[in-house]
């Protein structure tokens, strides 16, 4: 029986919404997988500046760690976000599924409930959630993505700072007024190294300048030159 109009537009709306919510990845393109702590940056018990031990940037720092060695992938991490990038989609997807489906919605529900508890095993104050989500990208653009990456954290981390600093509607202002304000407050110093975000690979922590240009500079090490590799990276070529 053919359908009315009625039945048709209710039809449409509801495939799409199955569509949606039924989203795959593509195990031949590297995988990024994204999470952001809940609320962290409106929590006044919460100060993101503060890296001393067991304080949430030093735990999320270890978390991040344990996982780019553990999953032997890369990593952008900022204050209170982190994007891991799986060139092997497939050993992730292997690795989460038994039954091999590539849905983000399943990969990222698994993924953050392993985020979730080894994060919060470290932590010693309160239960820190974790939203997720993954998409694929093509391998010519890892670097691009690294990109701008680096510059939406940016406008987060200097956001945040100037918000903790008691200045008001600092998310209006563009971009250099909140860099030029920041670096004139010398506590800045302290989350100067998080502006564009760190970088992890396989456990350690990278310059990322130099590996997008190449080079692997190992910052975990006290001599940059003595740790410094050239590697093949051509899917990392500037492509912007």
Known sequence: MEKTYQEKKWYNYFNTIRNKYNMRVSPKKPLVIFLNAKDVTKNKSINLIDNSKDSFLDVAQKTVKYFTKKYNCLAIFALDEVNFIFKDAQSIIDEINNDKTY??????????????????????????????????????????????????????????????????????????????????????????????????????????K??????????????????EKYFDLKMFDDLL
């Open 210 to 227: 130099q590996y997008l240009n190449g080079k692997k500079a190992n910052l975990n090490q006290e001599s940059k030159e003595e740790n």
């Open 103 to 208: 849905r983000t919605q399943d990969i990222a529900s698994v993924f953050s409930q392993y985020f979730y508890e080894y994060f919060n095993n470290l932590n010693k104050n309160d239960q820190i959630y974790w939203y997720c989500k993954c998409y694929s990208i093509p391998e010519d653009k890892i670097s691009s993505y690294i990109k701008y990456k680096n510059r939406t954290i940016l406008k987060g981390v200097t956001t945040y700072f100037l918000n903790k600093n008691l200045i008001k509607n600092s998310w209006q202002m563009k971009l250099e007024e909140k860099i030029k304000l920041c670096n004139s407050n010398e506590n800045y110093e302290k989350i100067k190294p998080f502006e564009e975000g760190i970088l992890y690979l396989e456990g350690d922590k990278i310059d990322i």
